[in-house]
């Protein structure tokens, strides 16, 4: 079974920090995305990956960034956590040619 | 620009019989779609999927219809259980972009009565 980890349930941060969401997926896939979810608005790419050190802007990519320094990693960083990032995140990781990504349980974070 | 759409927010089912989720999508280019369910405190599960080159797709309870001239596709559900009641998301992708990238819809809240 996919295993895809998210290394906080529940974050609490101040406005202007920088915010760190980690995944680790232990089945060797190639791909990995963030999302976030909001209420009425679904869940909405922010940042995907293909390999290691590669990345690609989703829909939504502003006021964050990723880093994905080895396979099983993928890093969510928040430049300057503002109260409009308060969301919950998902990470999800698939294999090549279009397989269902598998999603972690999700990271609820809030900025104060 | 909501490219795929759930106009439902919620449904509410009676145990034992059929749950209708419907999606709509705008995108002519999506070939592949996906249905998946989602607890609260959880992470979306993988459900069933659809290439765009048939129209049915059955797994078990759950069976996803397409429909490409109407740009619409459901996931139907018989019969249907308490356990169901969660949150149903649609995503469609264009498969020979190579992106793999999903869009998703906003969601529907199905809710099965006991």
């Known amino acids: 079974d996919v295993k895809v980890t998210q290394s906080s349930r529940y974050l609490v941060k101040r406005t202007g920090e920088k915010v760190f969401l980690e995944c680790v997926q232990d089945?060797?896939?190639?791909?990995m995305f963030w999302y976030r979810q909001d209420p009425g608005l679904g869940l909405r790419l922010i940042y995907f990956?293909?390999?290691?050190?590669?990345?690609e802007k989703g829909d939504i990519p502003e006021g964050y960034s990723v880093s994905r320094e080895k396979k099983e990693r993928f890093s969510l960083i928040l430049e300057s956590a503002s109260t409009n990032q308060t969301s919950m995140y998902l990470c999800?990781?698939?294999?090549?040619?279009?397989?269902?990504?598998?999603f972690g349980d999700g990271t609820r974070l809030s900025i104060l | 620009d909501q490219q795929v759409k759930q106009n439902s927010p919620s449904l509410s089912v009676q145990e034992g019989r059929i749950s209708i989720l419907n999606c709509d999508y705008t995108?002519?280019?999506?070939?592949?779609f996906l249905w998946y369910k989602k607890y609260p405190a959880e992470g979306p599960t993988f459900l069933i999927s659809?290439?765009?080159?048939?129209d049915k797709n059955e797994d078990g309870r759950f069976t996803v219809f397409l429909n490409k001239s109407a740009k619409h596709l459901s996931l139907h559900i018989v019969p249907s259980q308490p356990g169901d009641s969660a949150v149903y998301f649609c995503?469609?992708?264009?498969?020979?972009?190579?992106?793999?990238?999903?869009?998703f819809g906003t969601g529907t809240r199905l809710k099965v009565l006991a």
């Open positions: 995503a469609a992708s264009e498969d020979q972009s190579g992106t793999y990238k999903y869009i």
């Open positions: 659809i290439s765009s080159i048939k």
């Open positions: 995108n002519s280019m999506f070939d592949y």
């Open positions: 999800a990781s698939s294999l090549p040619n279009n397989q269902p990504q598998h």
């Open positions: 990956s293909y390999d290691v050190k590669m990345k």
């Open positions: 089945m060797d896939h190639e791909n």
